[in-house]
Nanobody
Framework: QVQLVESGGGLVQAGGSLRLSCAAS????????MGWFRQAPGKEREFVAY???????????AYADSVKGRFTISRDNAKSTVYLQMNSLKPEDAAVYYC???????????WGQGTQVTVSS
């Protein structure tokens, strides 16, 4: 069973950048599809990005339309860490960001505790 710990959240001005990290332990990161999700107060949790990895094709990513072109997910399997680089942040990006993992094609089984991102206008 993999354990996930997010870090890197904080307060940033609109237009600024943050990089979130998700450290995984208890399993080889290469086995997992890794995702980032976020939940703002009073709203449902929403998908942000995911990263799949295969020995043949390497990493493939997908993004929510709301963050496409501004956020980048990446992974370092050797360091068992997934990153979310967030640029051009907007007030509406403020939320608790969660890292998640699964070995299935859909549905995440493991979740981190979340890290708070606050964007001031």
């Amino acid at each position: 069973q993999v354990q996930l710990v997010e870090s890197g959240g904080g307060l940033v001005q609109a237009g600024g950048s943050l990089r979130l990290s998700c450290a995984a332990s208890g399993g080889a990161l290469s086995r997992y599809m890794m995702g980032w999700f976020r939940q703002a107060p009073g709203k449902e949790r929403e998908f942000v990005a995911y990263s799949r990895w295969s020995p043949w094709g390497g990493a493939t990513e997908a993004y929510a339309d709301s963050v496409k072109g501004r956020f980048t997910i990446s992974r370092d399997n050797a360091k068992s860490t997934v990153y979310l680089q967030m640029n051009s942040l907007k007030p509406e990006d403020a939320a608790v960001y969660y890292c998640a993992a699964t070995t299935r094609n859909s549905g995440y089984d493991y979740w981190g505790q979340g890290t708070q991102v606050t964007v001031s206008s």
